[in-house]
Nanobody, 125 residues
Framework: QVQLVESGGGSVQGGGSLRLSCAAS????????MGWFRQAPGKEREGVAT??????????KYADSVMGRFTVSRDKDKNIVYLQMNNLNVEDTSMYYC?????????????????WGQGTQVTVS
């Protein structure tokens, strides 16, 4: 059974940084896709970044709104995926979710991911 547990959210002032972590367990496929998503109150869930299991920095994709500010990476030995978020602004305030699906990364669409964590709140003021 795939389990994803996020941590690292919190409150930060504009221009600040946070690093989110997603501890993954139960994924037995060698090829899988990890994703970060966010959802603000009253808005649809949107894709932030994805990372293929075959890459660290090489096989990542980002939403235009976070390009150049956010970086997704992973620790293969610990099965943890990170989302480093720099230069945060109030528009980044959301619940952030980690997600996974088997196979290659195809898109930033939430519908492409079967497994989800519970989320961690990020608030920028």
């Amino acid at each position: 059974q795939v389990q994803l547990v996020e941590s690292g959210g919190g409150s930060v002032q504009g221009g600040g940084s946070l690093r989110l972590s997603c501890a993954a367990s139960g994924i037995t496929n060698a090829c899988y896709c990890m994703g970060w998503f966010r959802q603000a109150p009253g808005k649809e869930r949107e894709g932030v970044a994805t990372l293929s299991s075959f890459g660290s920095y090489g096989d990542s994709k980002y939403a235009d709104s976070v390009m150049g500010r956010f970086t997704v990476s992973r620790d293969k030995d610990k099965n943890i995926v990170y989302l480093q978020m720099n230069n945060l602004n109030v528009e980044d305030t959301s619940m952030y979710y980690c997600a996974a699906d088997l196979g290659l990364c195809h898109s930033l669409k939430p519908s492409d991911f079967r497994y989800w964590g519970q989320g961690t709140q990020v608030t920028v003021s």
